[in-house]
């Protein structure tokens, strides 16, 4: 393990837009999380905006969820 001195990795909403429907990206974002759980940093996935994106996302254990349908803005 390195410490690459930070705890959280935030994955950018155009990903959120796309792993619904396409096999590579759930991969990249599957061995993206393997990695940063390795290094114990935690993944948040912004621009959730579906259903079908949080429950990809679980399924791809993703620590933590921002978009709108987790909650409108405020």
């Known amino acids: 393990m390195i410490n690459?001195?930070?705890d959280k990795l935030k994955l950018h909403k155009t990903i959120a837009q796309?792993?619904?429907y396409d096999v590579k990206v759930q991969d990249f974002v599957r061995r993206l999380v393997?990695?940063?759980h390795g290094q114990e940093i935690k993944v948040i996935?912004?621009?959730?905006?579906?259903?079908?994106?949080?429950s990809v996302f679980r399924d791809?254990?993703?620590d933590f969820a921002e978009g709108m349908?987790?909650?409108?803005s405020l």
């Open 18 to 20: 796309e792993v619904e």
């Open 45 to 54: 996935c912004t621009g959730v905006d579906k259903k079908k994106q949080l």
């Open 34 to 36: 393997s990695w940063a």
């Open 69 to 72: 349908f987790i909650s409108e």
């Open 60 to 62: 791809l254990d993703c």
């Open 4 to 6: 690459i001195g930070c």
